[in-house]
T-cell receptor, first 111, second 119 residues
Framework: KQEVTQIPAALSVPEGENLVLNCSFTDSAIYNLQWFRQDPGKGLTSLLLIQSSQREQTSGRLNASLDKSSGRSTLYIAASQPGDSATYLC??????????FGTGTRLAVRP | GAVVSQHPSWVICKSGTSVKIECRSLDFQATTMFWYRQFPKQSLMLMATSNEGSKATYEQGVEKDKFLINHASLTLSTLTVTSAHPEDSSFYICSPTGTSGGASYNEQFFGPGTRLTVL
């Protein structure tokens, strides 16, 4: 059974700081990994999608990497802003087209 | 990305009543629908998977007679919480996949969610 863990569970940083969120998964047989953002009481916003054959994806100030063999992914946020405050979820797509979500990292960026 | 809507966005009901949640994929054909629920400060947990025109497959621990899923068309799926109780209070989110950009192994899209509160 696939299990996805995110570290840290919560993070508070001052505005402008670069930060890294971590995601690990137990079964490396994945099709892809996706990072999402969730604002309080809202649905999910897709940030980045990395296919199993890829190493990283970039979008603006966000960069996500994938090391499938070691079961790890990181989400790098450059020059953080208060508007980045949200919960960040990673999810892996495995056999049976099942998406398994991580536990999430609650990020607070202080002005 | 794909446009997915859910209705209602929030609902408050009395214990024992049934609540129907609709999920619509507005710009593609959803051959498969995933339903998730999310308890406060927890991650999303898959409840069930349904293919258009077929019965849903439920995850372990999810009562199929309590959470009725209908996926009769490629653009609409419904989740009915029957005889709701306070412990069913949660955030319910649908995720359709299918043709026209939402196929397997590609980006997954999600509805905006429905917050259910059972008094």
């Amino acid at each position: 059974k696939q299990e996805v863990t995110q570290i840290p569970a919560a993070l508070s940083v001052p505005e402008g700081e670069n930060l890294v969120l971590n995601c690990s998964f137990t079964d490396s047989a994945i099709y892809n990994l996706q990072w999402f953002r969730q604002d309080p009481g809202k649905g999910l916003t897709s940030l980045l999608l990395i296919q199993s054959s890829q190493r990283e994806q970039t979008s603006g100030r966000l960069n996500a990497s994938l090391d499938k063999s070691s079961g790890r992914s990181t989400l790098y946020i450059a020059a953080s802003q208060p508007g980045d405050s949200a919960t960040y979820l990673c999810a892996v797509l495995s056999s049976g087209d099942k998406l398994t979500f991580g536990t999430g990292t609650r990020l607070a960026v202080r002005p | 990305g794909a446009v997915v809507s859910q209705h209602p966005s929030w609902v408050i009901c009395k214990s024992g009543t049934s609540v129907k949640i609709e999920c619509r994929s507005l710009d593609f054909q959803a051959t498969t629908m995933f339903w998730y629920r999310q308890f406060p400060k927890q991650s999303l947990m898959l409840m069930a998977t349904s293919n258009e025109g077929s019965k849903a497959t439920y995850e372990q621990g999810v009562e199929k007679d309590k959470f009725l899923i209908n996926h009769a068309s490629l653009t609409l799926s419904t989740l009915t919480v029957t005889s709701a109780h306070p412990e069913d209070s949660s955030f319910y989110i649908c995720s359709p996949t299918g043709t026209s950009g939402g196929a397997s192994y590609n980006e997954q899209f999600f509805g905006p969610g429905t917050r259910l509160t059972v008094l």
